[in-house]
């Protein structure tokens, strides 16, 4: 690890120094205020096991954790939202009683379903990364990566709970988890309902586009633009002949030699 001050570090050779704007967290407050946070996420599969609340441990520290099996979620509209972004309220049905939403809001249509187990974990969080997410320049993808590094922070502590359950129960049904299998998170706070995607490319909502970048330097500085789009019914052809071309000379080393013709068979 380097122990040059911040802001003096520099890249190997050839690789031009670091920026600073690119390092997560330097434009949080980190002297900031504490909030309380919920982080709930909706399990791929059921824990049969009664509505409750478990504090788990790993090491000196201890995340307190509430398990619900009648969760419902209401989203906005009157489609199916791969992201998620349309979701107004996410919890049990007891909260869903209590909860209010303002009704120019249900004007467009609204849905619900019954989910999964989910699970919430009671955390904190600095109050200048809940107004991160507010902002409307760099620093709100600042306050994403925050989150998003949260959200990771508790994959093992829900994993210590999966693999508590898996111990105890004969349900087969029941796995470990990854960022991948649980890519949207909800992060409820005082004033502020968000969707943290550890996985962007999971919560598209159409078909993505392959864009070539390049890399040009202005004034010391590389610079990323986007130099064109490409469409993927285009890439995937170019694709398969570049593959076809590299292994022609391959296949035609592994050939049988020339013989008479195996006559063909009648049916």
Sequence with gaps: MSTEPEGNATGGSGTGPILDETRPGDQINWDSERFPVELTIELPFWLLVPNGDVNLTIGDCTVRARVVNDGVQFSLGHHQSVSQQKTVFLGSLDAAAKASTRLVLLTGGGRSRLTETLVTFEVSAHSDALEALKSKDKKYQQGCKYFQSLVIA????????LNSY??????????????????IWSLSAEGIKFNVILFPYLALESRPSVTKFLVSWARGRPRLEAARCLDPVRV?????RCHARADAPRAASHRSPPGP??????F
């Design 166 to 183: 898996r111990r105890l129960s004969s349900d087969p049904f029941a796995t470990e988890v990854s960022a991948w299998d649980v890519p």
């Design 261 to 266: 013709s195996s006559p063909t068979p009648s």
């Design 154 to 161: 508790h994959l093992d502590f829900l994993n210590l709970l």
């Design 236 to 240: 995937l052809p170019l694709c398969r």
